[in-house]
């Protein structure tokens, strides 16, 4: 028997909207506009299901009352985020860490630089973008010696972590991983390919919301990657997180932005070095 709850399609209200667009901003500093009201009904009418509840004011409710609050914030934020990634997205990234950046520093490390690479994928989604950054990492050094590679991988939504830490992909979805690359850096599995031991061994993946007021990690990064997340994020937002970033890198260091974002207003903090990369100064 169908319960009566599974046909109900729910509305949203404006003022339901707003208490929504509240807590999101709030909890993720995503700002919600108005073209994504449809969104949220889409992302949340199965939960609210899922949880017997007859309207979205029920649902603001059990957020704010219920004992399980902090978890249904988890689930909350787990279900607006926008995930959507690729391996070797915007390709010209790597090749200029290939061509340029990694060149300098293994130059660096000849003049007494420490052997030290140290590089944050801030907002990793399920993976992709730290799995490139460490194919590259491996490609570029695999004739250095004595160097300690890491790589932060951090990410707000734990869903989607789970899923970038098991590292496990559709052959689809690795088609834009160079050939070399996939041979040597991933194993077949059988739902299509897992990131193998070199790659994963490279990368840390953490929990980590980039609205908190300070981070934990105590030494400066080399460089920095935040793709496609600072555009949800309102301009207050993203200059805050800027200047966060800024912080967290050594001087001289690089940062990685997406194809529509820009730090052109952050003259002060980053030098522009080519389109969506920029150099701490
Ligand atoms: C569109 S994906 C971008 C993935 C990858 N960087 C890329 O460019 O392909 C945006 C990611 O940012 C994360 N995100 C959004 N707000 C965040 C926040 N406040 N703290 C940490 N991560 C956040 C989302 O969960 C999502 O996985």
Redesign the pocket.
């Known amino acids: 028997m169908t319960s009566p709850l599974s046909a109900l399609s729910y509305t949203l209200s404006d003022k339901e909207f707003q208490l929504f667009r509240d807590i999101i901003f709030r909890e993720?500093?995503?700002s919600m506009s108005e073209k994504k009201r449809n969104l949220i009904v889409a992302r949340l009418s199965k939960r609210l299901r899922a949880l017997g509840l007859g309207s979205f004011s029920e649902y603001y409710h059990y957020l704010s009352e219920s004992p399980h609050a902090g978890d249904e914030i988890i689930n909350l934020i787990n279900r607006v985020?926008?995930?959507?990634?690729?391996f070797f997205?915007e390709k010209h990234h790597f090749d200029h860490l290939m061509n340029e950046i990694f060149p300098s520093i293994i130059e660096a490390s000849r003049k007494g630089r420490e052997r030290r690479l140290r590089i944050w994928?801030?907002?990793?989604?399920?993976g992709?973008?730290p799995y490139s950054i460490a194919m590259t990492v491996c490609e570029a050094f695999k004739d250095e010696r004595g160097w300690d590679l890491k790589i932060l991988a951090?990410?707000?939504?734990t869903e989607?972590l789970t899923k970038a830490s098991r590292g496990v992909y559709a052959s689809q979805q690795v088609a834009p991983v160079p050939l070399p690359y996939l041979s040597k850096y991933m194993v077949r599995c059988s739902e299509g390919y897992e990131a193998g031991p070199q790659i994963k061994g490279m990368i840390a993946f953490r929990k980590?919301?980039?609205?908190d007021q300070t981070f934990p990690m105590k030494k400066p990064f080399d460089i920095i990657?935040?793709?496609?997340?600072m555009i949800?994020f309102n301009e207050e937002t993203k200059q805050e997180l800027a200047k966060k970033y800024h912080h967290h890198l050594k001087d001289g260091g690089y940062m990685f932005v997406?194809h529509s974002e820009s730090l052109m207003t952050m003259k002060h903090l980053f030098r522009f070095l080519k389109h969506t990369v920029y150099q701490k100064v």
């Open positions: 993720t500093g995503i985020t926008t995930n959507k990634t690729d997205r994928s801030a907002g990793c989604s399920s992709e973008e951090t990410d707000l939504d989607i980590l919301n980039l609205m990657f935040c793709r496609n997340v949800y997406g």
